[in-house]
């Protein structure tokens, strides 16, 4: 019986001459060209496409394998793992090797901002990841693909395991390079030594000049295979018209080696064998330690999606991968088995640590209903979930994306820095210029090793790591303590901050509301009362909304209106039901009853029952006012609540200022009444504060709070301690600090150096030491952000 094409479909005429291993099974292909196609798709990574097609693809064309493996990013089944769509626009977070300075990921951004489609694109340096939105009506993700190929770069979607895997590979290229340098500089430093010292000073010409052949030997390795690095990143600029921190690197590395290899070949003049062999080992050092340094800054994030298990145990006992589960999949979660999806609990009851999270060390108690998250630990009961929400969809994925997004937005004082990188190295191409020319009107002997000096000595490397690598550590920070940031001017504006306005249900409170207590006034049932409230609380999801939610619902109630700030109105049978505040429920707006913590629910304007409140005030609320009050900050309560109530708790916290009973128009406008000098910061959670949360200097959402909110605000507070702002303001101050030291030291150093050089007084090889070192500091420095006590020790600072 004839077989069918596992890639195309059509039928297989040559047996099983073509086959490829995919999902671990030899599969039969019916010609070269499937079989090349299916192989590139494994080699990328793609499998999931053979997972998530409908239909067999087109028979393949025999056309470049990368045009091949690019255009199947273009496949929607493909895309469903990591492209997010959202109101006509694609993004997508890339991972990009070859990325090493400022310059690259500007040179990235300058070419594809200038592609038709394409909507926003940010590179990170130190993660090597970017992030890239665009119209996919107008461009294709296979074309901007390859415009990133065309200038150098290997681009593709994010995956942590095969972005480890490149890291991995890159840096066994680097140890290659590096053994071969290191291996030269001490065959080539041993002849350089002896001649320096005159050790053969009454030798032959004849031999002097044989040592000089037998460096040029070692070094010519160095500066064809080690130094490749630095020429590919170098090519990459120029051919872009910009200049990059490689560039005056390869030029004094070609300049001294053709100028030695000249004066081998005449017999006259000096030679630079050992500074090439020693300034490209150093070099190769200094990226090596570098880039290890950068992989633990960017490796957090990266590690969150580790924790998403590979595979997913269904409800009928088959186990398939937990990328390719689906919305309505019902998982089955063992004791000690993380989740493998964001869901909810359909049968069962356990605890879940989700430290990772929030950073709340204590498991938290789940039932019936409750949400559960990828990655978080199931720790002691066996429970069926409803997947609500794919891979690229879940919380997970969102926190990861929005820590690369922080990391991208720069403090004014890094984008300044980054603009002098850019254009500093043309000022080094002039001042070594005419460092040259002045040398060779004074010692022409000397001229040529001074003008290598220069070059490399000033080289701006650890300027440009000054920013992004403090960034990235702080941000992983950040999401240790449980603190979700989405802006980032965050490091800025929270040290600045001296008013903090917050709002109190769900805020201040728990939200975790419940009914205490049914007065009913009219001939309906308690029941019955408590049915229609459900019924029309659905509609909303305020913490007020869910204390409804528990009970059964009436049937038949239609037109629901959310009347934010006020409550909800709705039809049965003809009648108009309303439930909220007292004055909008009986539709009077002179109507204020005592009734701090009641709403009401009227029909056709005739109260028909009132429920009491009670809202639990957060343990870690009053520790907050207290610190926000040794600090001299302010604190405004701002809420839609009562008067009455919101004074009780206000007092009880002992906050300086209570702002009851506004609507969300009426809140903005408290915000804007304002002095200038007061820069504030807005904690809230509901529908309700999104205005004044996007309206705020800085704004903080709660975790638990609804998506508008967090879509509004610049962090967002995954757990429930609110003294962790008075961390991340410590945090703030600190990363601040620690950008500072860098540039200081970025500057000060070239500052220092460039008329040492200039002056003949720092030799080559000292000169590339001295660089790479700096970089070397500027990196570990910002390393300080990302120790295991950083947290521990900025609680105990004032």
């Not at 009914?515 to 999801?541: G, M, P, Q, R, W």
Request: one cysteine or more.
């Amino acid at each position: 019986m004839t077989k069918d094409c596992y890639h195309c479909g059509e039928p297989v005429l040559t047996g099983d001459s073509y086959q490829v291993e995919i999902l671990g099974i030899k599969q039969i292909m019916c010609c070269p060209g499937c079989q090349a196609v299916a192989t590139t798709i494994v080699a990328s990574g793609l499998t999931s496409y053979y997972e998530y097609r409908t239909e067999p693809a087109e028979k393949a064309n025999l056309v470049p394998q990368e045009l091949q493996s690019l255009s199947l990013y273009d496949n929607e089944d493909v895309q469903q793992e990591f492209v997010r769509h959202e109101n006509g626009i694609d993004e997508v977070v890339l991972s990009v090797d070859g990325v090493s300075c400022a310059a690259c990921a500007w040179l990235i951004e300058k070419q594809l901002s200038s592609q038709i489609g394409v909507s926003r694109i940010q590179v990170n340096t130190t993660t090597h990841r970017a992030t890239l939105r665009w119209d996919p009506t107008k461009t294709k993700l296979s074309d901007l693909l390859a415009k990133i190929h065309a200038l150098g770069y290997k681009a593709a979607p994010f995956e942590a395991d095969n972005q480890e895997a490149q890291y991995h590979h890159t840096m066994k290229q680097y140890l290659y390079r590096l053994g071969v340098a290191g291996l030269a500089t001490m065959q080539v430093m041993m002849l350089a030594v002896a001649m320096y010292f005159e050790v053969f000073g009454d030798m032959d010409e004849t031999f002097r000049n044989y040592f000089r052949w037998v460096s040029l030997i070692f070094a010519t390795p160095v500066l064809l295979y080690s130094a490749m690095p630095f020429y590919v990143n170098a090519w990459r600029n120029l051919k872009a018209r910009t200049l990059g921190m490689d560039v005056p690197v390869s030029i004094a590395l070609l300049f001294a080696y053709f100028a030695s290899l000249y004066a081998t070949v005449t017999e006259k003049g000096e030679v630079f064998f050992e500074s090439i062999a020693m300034f490209t080992f150093f070099l190769l050092i200094g990226r090596f330690l570098e880039m290890r340094a950068r992989r633990t800054a960017a490796a957090a994030s990266a590690n969150l999606l580790k924790l998403v298990p590979k595979l997913a145990l269904l409800q009928s006992g088959e186990q398939i991968p937990a990328k390719s589960l689906k919305l309505g999949h019902i998982v089955r979660v063992l004791p000690g088995e993380p989740y493998p999806a964001d869901g909810t609990i359909v049968s069962g009851v356990t605890t879940v640590d989700e430290a990772m999270l929030t950073g709340e060390s204590l498991p938290q108690s789940k039932h019936l209903g409750d949400v559960v998250f990828a990655g978080t630990m199931n720790i002691d009961g066996n429970v069926d979930v409803e997947v609500t929400a794919e891979k690229k969809d879940s919380l997970i994925a969102h926190i990861v994306q929005l820590q690369d997004e922080a990391q991208l937005a720069k403090p004014r004082l890094a984008e300044i820095a980054d603009i002098v990188a850019r254009y500093f190295v043309a000022v080094i191409l002039i001042i070594s210029a005419s460092t040259w020319w002045y040398w060779q009107g004074h010692r022409p002997d000397d001229a040529f090793w001074i003008m290598l000096s220069v070059l490399v000595a000033t080289c701006p490397c650890a300027l440009s790591l000054a920013t992004p690598t403090a960034l990235t550590c702080s941000t992983s920070t950040f999401g240790k303590l449980g603190i979700l940031l989405r802006r980032g001017h965050v490091f800025e504006t929270l040290t600045k901050i001296n008013r903090v306005v917050i709002d109190k249900t769900g805020t201040l409170t728990e939200g975790n509301i419940s009914i205490s207590e049914t007065d009913v006034f009219s001939d309906v049932t308690k029941d019955t009362a408590l049915s229609i409230a459900s019924a029309l609380e659905s509609y909303a999801n305020h913490p007020i909304a869910v204390a409804f939610h528990r009970y059964p619902q009436a049937e038949g109630v239609t037109d629901v209106e959310n009347v934010i700030g006020e409550g909800l109105k709705g039809y049965l049978d003809g009648q108009e039901w309303r439930i909220g505040k007292p004055a909008f429920a009986l539709n009077a707006p002179e109507v204020a009853l005592n009734s701090p913590s009641q709403v009401w629910l009227s029909c056709d304007g005739q109260p028909i029952a009132s429920f009491k409140l009670v809202d639990p005030v957060r343990a870690s609320s009053k520790a907050l006012i207290e610190q926000f009050h040794n600090a001299g900050i302010r604190v405004t309560m701002l809420t839609g609540d009562n008067v009455q109530t919101a004074t009780t708790v206000a007092n009880a916290l002992g906050i300086d200022e209570v702002v009851a009973d506004v609507s969300p128009q009426g809140k903005l406008e408290y915000l804007q009444s304002l002095p200038n000098n007061q820069i504030t910061m807005m904690i809230g959670d509901g529908v309700n504060d999104a205005p004044v949360l996007a309206g705020a200097h800085l704004s903080v959402a709660m975790g638990g709070g609804t998506d508008v909110a967090k879509a509004s605000a610049d962090m967002v507070l995954l757990g429930d301690d609110l003294t962790k702002l008075l961390d991340a303001r410590k945090l703030a101050a600190f990363t601040q600090k620690i950008i500072r030291q860098n540039l200081a030291w970025a500057l000060g150093y070239n500052v220092v150096i460039l008329p040492l050089a200039m002056a003949g007084f720092v030799a080559p090889y000292v000169a590339v030491a001295g660089m790479s070192a700096s970089s070397v500091i500027v990196v570990t420095n910002s390393l300080r952000l990302f120790k295991k006590d950083i947290i521990e020790k900025l609680k105990d600072a004032p």
